[in-house]
């Protein structure tokens, strides 16, 4: 069965974006918020993220409208009954993703849907475990910012069924034109595993007082090739997020280098950091 209606959990940062891919990309979507002024601002940031493509010269009007005419937001999730895909992209909380997939198993009617994840670190084995059909659930990573990179990691859980891992790739290569890399099912996939002791390490010299934020990003900017520091790239995923994968790591591999550091905990658990406040390391 071809995916052609698409329906997205979330309209975040991640969820907005990966609407984005995929109604340029010619697919239907909907997207789900937890009430209707959430869902208006996850279409105006798709509309405002198209009309930079615009101003920019990368997509003409007719093919910005083409793309919005493919987007409806709402605060209905039956509205993911017809879907053939549905991405959650919804805060990084084992719980609420599982209850979330709890009720899509409910309302999504074709039993050849596939029902995804955009998790960055929590096990697909366990969120399909809140289903009945657990070989159907899979997990679709995209990146941040989604309309820019290009990679979306395909991850399978034990039972995740082959029809549903080859669907989920093939939809991901072929009709948004992204570059697949397949992961077993541990928390940290592949990018996460490598990428968040990485930022870990950031954040602790940062703590030490070894050297300053602006001094290890420039570092690894100017003397790695990276296109932006650690400090910023764990403002742009929401230092919420960090905290919630590398506690996901610590937890299933109890390394030290994993261990979430005590001022991202502190801060983050405190309010000072993360996407709610709209808070990094370079707020203060
Ligand atoms: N939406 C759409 N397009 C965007 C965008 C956004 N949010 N942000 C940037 N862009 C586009 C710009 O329009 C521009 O396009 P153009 O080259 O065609 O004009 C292009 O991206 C480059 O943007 P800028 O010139 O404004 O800025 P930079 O050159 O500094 O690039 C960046 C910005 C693409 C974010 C770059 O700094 C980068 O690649 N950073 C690293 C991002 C990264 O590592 N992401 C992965 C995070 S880990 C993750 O997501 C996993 C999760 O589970 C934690």
Known sequence: ???????????????????????????????????????????????????????????????RNEALSLLRTGSDLDAMADRDLVVEAVIEDEGIKKALFED????????????????????ITRIGQATSRPEAVVGMHFFNPAPVMPLVEIVRSPVSSDDTVERAASFAADRLGKTVVHAKDRAGFIVNMLLCPYIIDAIRMYESGFATKEDIDAGMVNGA???MGPLTLSDLIGNDTMLAVAESLFEEFREARYAPPPLLKRMVEAGLLGRKTG??????
Not at 279 to 284: D, R, V
């Open 1 to 63: 069965m071809g995916i052609e209606r698409v329906g997205i959990v979330g309209g975040g940062q991640m969820g907005a974006g990966i609407a984005e891919v995929c109604i340029k990309a010619g697919v239907d979507v909907f997207v789900h918020e937890i009430n209707d002024d959430l869902a208006a601002a996850a279409r105006s940031r798709v509309e405002k993220s198209l009309g930079r493509a615009v101003e920019k010269g990368k997509l003409d009007e007719t093919g």
């Open 104 to 123: 899509l198993d409910r309302i999504v009617e074709s039993t050849s849907a596939i029902l995804a994840s955009n998790t960055s670190s929590i096990p």
């Open 225 to 227: 090739g990276y296109p």
């Open 279 to 284: 808070q990094g390391f370079y707020s203060y």
